[in-house]
């Protein structure tokens, strides 16, 4: 691939710290206990619209880098992680995290009524690694020596 256009590293890794930021709120959102957070509609909002452009940036990413080393033109945001992991610059034993992700993000989009605060806190508690998953295999591909 060396004769491939090369990603634009200021670009991505703008995404990333904006991911890292995010997932920092999200933590603190989480960290106010099951109780507090399920009364607390604000927080909801702000946990789920967090996620959302988080997963968002994630697929920025992804587009991205596909069309820079021209891995395909995807038609959907979860073919644009597909190709990442058909790539293999995202693992293939995270394909499904990922694609919940962004099936997560669809649903924050378009069916918004439809996701409830305990789905949101369970995330909060459980899946906030799975950002760590995504920005470390991008990180060891384009910015490890």
């Known amino acids: 691939m060396a004769d491939l ?23 603190a959102l989480g960290r106010q206990g099951a109780s507090s957070f399920l009364a607390d509609r604000t927080a909801q909002a702000a946990a789920t619209h967090l996620l959302q452009v988080s997963i968002e940036a994630m ?59 305990t789905e949101v806190y369970e995330i909060l508690q459980d899946h906030l690694g799975d950002f760590d998953l995504f920005a470390g295999a991008i990180v060891r591909r384009f910015f490890a020596p």
Do not use: C, S, W
Not at 5 to 25: A, G, T
Not at 65 to 80: F, H, M, Q, S
């Open 5 to 27: 256009p090369e990603i634009d590293r200021d670009k991505v890794r703008d995404k990333l710290q904006f991911i890292r930021d995010n997932v920092r709120h999200l933590e």
């Open 59 to 117: 697929i920025d990413i992804a587009n991205h880098v596909t069309a820079r080393l021209r891995l395909g033109i995807p038609k959907t945001y979860r073919e644009a992680i597909d190709l990442l992991v058909d790539a293999r610059i995202l693992p293939e034993e995270h394909r499904d995290t990922f694609r919940n992700m962004v099936r997560f993000r669809n649903r924050a989009v378009h069916l918004y009524d439809q996701i409830g605060p």
